[in-house]
């Protein structure tokens, strides 16, 4: 116990001094907060409305700022259901045009007849949806004008074809539209987390086998000693700077929760119950862990630093593959496959969290799945001593992982 905590403080505290490190962590922290409280900035830069003098509110036209030449006799119904006056209105196309180039109106509109008009203007957004909103205002007039001549009255009819239906969803299990961006985000996290740690871990084992400081290290310490203490201090390094960030996050939330909509916090409160996120954390921590052996053994296979890439490649298909499949289990968490997979070590720690927050399922699926993720990690770390023992003894040679099962095998 004394060699391991030897080892565990010595790799922390080489983590803790790393400057890339803290810097990094820094930068992340500041980016969640600042993030966390985009709402209360927008508050500090959006423009104040003005009240009138007489105490009612009055809400801009939506066509405002923009100018129209109209070609009809009757265009005082246009006008009035447009909610524009005189100065919105122009002579002729060609000062209207003119208007629209020197950026006195955002656009215009010309209507050549109750159902013809020329739109003007100098940019078009891809989002723009001006025109069809003008388009529904006339479509509508002439729409009126039709009916009335067809001596249908025109008021029942908008009233049969605009009713008001009213709904109320009760919802019995879990509401998975509510806990879609948390999925994703902490699908994100662990992404980069195992991914950023795992070739970490996997460089330093083949560092100090390319330096041989390995040799010094298995004939003072035990090698399951080394292999836990750099694991688990390269993992927790790994939780401290995730915690920093969410405590950067939830700090920024709280600050700014006045400026949030009462329904998104409602909605997220909803969803990250404490048993959803006891089932986040033990999922993820013992996947993180189980990929971290992996990596550290992988990484003593190897006699120099330049072939970590190509050793890890496998467990970094496979972690992409795992990837691959909690993404489609976010869009359909009770298919069949993502039901399997969430019983699979390497995918289960992503994908059963997703399929509890999304969906109804047992605490029995539940409990057995992390029983089957942490007597693998287990094993997984026992089987990692033992490649690091076994690599630790082999320079020079590529040493494969077939070479190493073979040899687990017979002994």
């Known amino acids: 116990m004394k060699q391991f905590k030897t080892v565990f403080n010595f790799e922390l505290s080489t983590l803790l001094k790393n400057k890339a490190l803290i810097i990094t962590t820094v930068v992340l922290s500041v980016a969640s907060f600042l993030i966390a409280t985009i709402p209360t900035f927008i508050t500090w830069f959006a423009p104040s409305e003005e009240v009138p003098p007489s105490g009612e509110v009055v809400s801009p036209s939506y066509f405002e700022d923009m100018g129209f030449v109209f070609d009809l006799d009757s265009s005082d119904v246009y006008i009035t259901a447009l909610e524009i006056d005189d100065s919105n209105i122009y002579a002729s196309v060609s000062e209207l045009t003119q208007a629209v180039e020197a950026g006195e109106v955002s656009m ?78 902490v699908l994100f996290i662990l992404y980069m987390l195992i991914l950023l740690y795992g070739t970490n871990v996997s460089t330093s084992v083949a560092r100090e086998k390319d330096s041989r400081t390995m040799e010094l290290l298995i004939t003072s310490t035990k090698p399951g000693t080394l292999i836990l203490g750099k694991v688990l201090a390269t993992g927790l390094m790994g939780i401290i700077q995730v915690a920093c960030v969410i405590a950067a996050l939830a700090l920024g939330v709280f600050i700014s929760r006045g400026n949030y909509p009462a329904a998104l916090l409602a909605m997220i409160g909803g969803v990250m119950t404490l048993d959803t996120a006891l089932v986040y954390i033990f999922f993820s921590v013992s996947g993180y862990m189980l990929y971290l052996f992996i990596y550290a053994a992988l990484g003593s296979l190897v006699s120099k630093v330049e072939d970590v890439n190509k050793a890890v490649a496998p467990i970094t298909y496979l972690f992409i593959i795992a990837y691959m499949v909690a993404s489609f289990a976010m869009q359909m968490p009770d298919s069949k496959i993502v039901a399997v997979s969430s019983y699979i070590p390497f995918i289960s720690i992503f994908t059963m969290p997703i399929r509890y927050m999304l969906t109804s399922i047992s605490w029995i699926s539940v409990i057995s799945s992390l029983v089957i993720m942490l007597v693998s990690t287990g094993l997984l770390a026992s089987l990692s001593i033992y490649i690091y023992r076994f690599g630790s003894l082999n320079y020079g040679n590529k040493i494969s992982l077939k070479q190493v099962m073979r040899s687990f095998k017979t002994k």
């Open 108 to 185: 215009g509109f010309h209507l050549k007849s109750d159902v013809s008009y020329d739109m003007i203007s100098s940019d078009i957004s891809a989002y723009n949806t001006d025109q069809f909103v003008f388009e529904d205002i006339i479509r509508s007039i002439k729409t009126d004008q039709l009916l009335t001549e067809a001596g249908i009255d025109a008021g029942f009819v908008h009233q049969t074809m605009n009713l008001e239906i009213t709904s109320n969803t009760i919802v019995t299990g879990k509401d998975a539209s509510s806990g879609m961006f948390i999925s994703y985000a």
